[in-house]
C-alpha cells in the first residue's frame, strides 16, 4: 500500500533552468496539495488540485512557477527559470476528499530537495 | 507574519521523561490544530489532532492541550522514547472544510538513551 510518491527525490539546477518535481497520490486519494519549506521555515501551502483542476494556487509565487494533475498521471510542480531563491524541500500531499481533520488529513510524500547552483 | 510560533529549535530529554512540546499561536480562526512527526529523508506524519473547542486529545503516549485564552498549545509525550526523536511540527487549520495547513518552523526533538 505505497504512500505518496515524489521524484526526483535530489534534484540539482543551475540558474535560468526548468525544474520538473512530480507527485503520485495514495491509492484512492484524487486530492493533491504542494508544500513547500524554504531552510529553516515551516512547510508553507502552494497549490491545491484535483485532477485536470486547480482548486486553489493561492500560495504560488505569481511568476515562473505552475502545477497541474492531468487525468492520467502524476501531478506535476513545475518551476521555470529557476533561481537560487527557489531551493527548496518541496513536498506534495494527497487526501481522499478535500483535506482537514480526521479521516482527511493530509498525507505527506517525502519530499523533492531542489538545489540550484 | 508567523501565525504558528514554535520558539523552541531544539528540546532534548532522557529516555522515560516527559517530552513538552510548545506551540503558540496568533490567528483566532484556527479550528483545528494537528501535529507532524518528521524524520530526516521523510515526509511529515501525523501525529495527533485537537478541535478548537476541547482543552485535551490523549492518543496513547502523545496529548495535546489546548489553552484557548493563552492561544497555546502543548504535546506531552510520556514515556520519551529514543525513536521519537525527530522534528515536530505544529500547524492551524480554519474550518473542516479547510485544507490549508499553516505550519510552524519545527521543534527538533532528541531523546537520550
Known amino acids: 500500500n505505497a504512500g505518496v510518491m515524489q521524484n526526483p527525490r535530489h534534484l540539482v539546477r543551475r540558474r535560468g533552468q526548468e525544474a520538473r518535481l512530480r507527485c503520485s497520490p495514495m491509492?484512492?486519494?484524487?486530492?493533491v496539495y504542494w508544500y513547500r519549506q524554504l531552510p529553516e521555515e515551516g512547510l508553507k501551502f502552494m497549490v491545491y488540485?484535483?485532477?485536470?483542476?486547480?482548486?486553489?494556487e493561492s500560495g504560488m509565487p505569481k511568476e515562473r512557477f505552475s502545477a497541474e494533475f492531468p487525468k492520467e498521471g502524476p501531478s506535476i510542480l513545475r518551476i521555470q527559470q529557476v533561481v537560487r531563491g527557489d531551493s527548496a524541500a518541496y513536498f506534495c500531499?494527497?487526501?481522499?476528499?478535500?483535506?482537514?481533520?480526521?479521516?482527511?488529513?493530509?498525507?505527506f510524500g517525502a519530499g523533492s530537495r531542489l538545489t540550484v547552483l | 507574519d508567523q501565525q504558528v510560533k514554535q520558539n523552541s529549535p531544539s528540546l532534548s530529554v532522557q529516555e522515560g521523561r516527559i517530552s513538552i512540546l510548545n506551540c503558540d499561536y496568533t490567528?483566532?480562526?484556527?479550528?483545528?490544530f494537528l501535529w507532524y512527526k518528521k524524520y530526516p529523508a521523510e515526509g511529515p506524519t501525523f501525529l495527533i489532532s485537537?478541535?478548537?473547542?476541547?482543552d485535551k486529545n490523549e492518543d496513547g503516549r502523545f496529548t495535546v492541550f489546548l489553552n484557548k485564552s493563552a492561544k497555546h498549545l502543548s504535546l506531552h509525550i510520556v514515556p520519551s522514547q529514543p525513536g521519537d526523536s525527530a522534528v515536530y511540527f505544529c500547524?492551524?487549520?480554519?474550518?473542516?472544510?479547510?485544507?490549508?495547513?499553516?505550519f510552524g518552523k519545527g521543534t527538533k526533538l532528541s531523546v537520550i538513551p
Open positions: 490567528n483566532s480562526m484556527f479550528d483545528y
Open positions: 500531499a494527497s487526501s481522499p476528499t478535500m483535506g482537514g481533520p480526521g479521516a482527511n488529513v493530509l498525507t
Open positions: 491509492k484512492g486519494h484524487s486530492h
Open positions: 485537537i478541535s478548537s473547542i476541547k
Open positions: 500547524a492551524g487549520l480554519s474550518g473542516a472544510g479547510s485544507y490549508q495547513l499553516t
Open positions: 488540485l484535483q485532477k485536470e483542476n486547480i482548486i486553489d
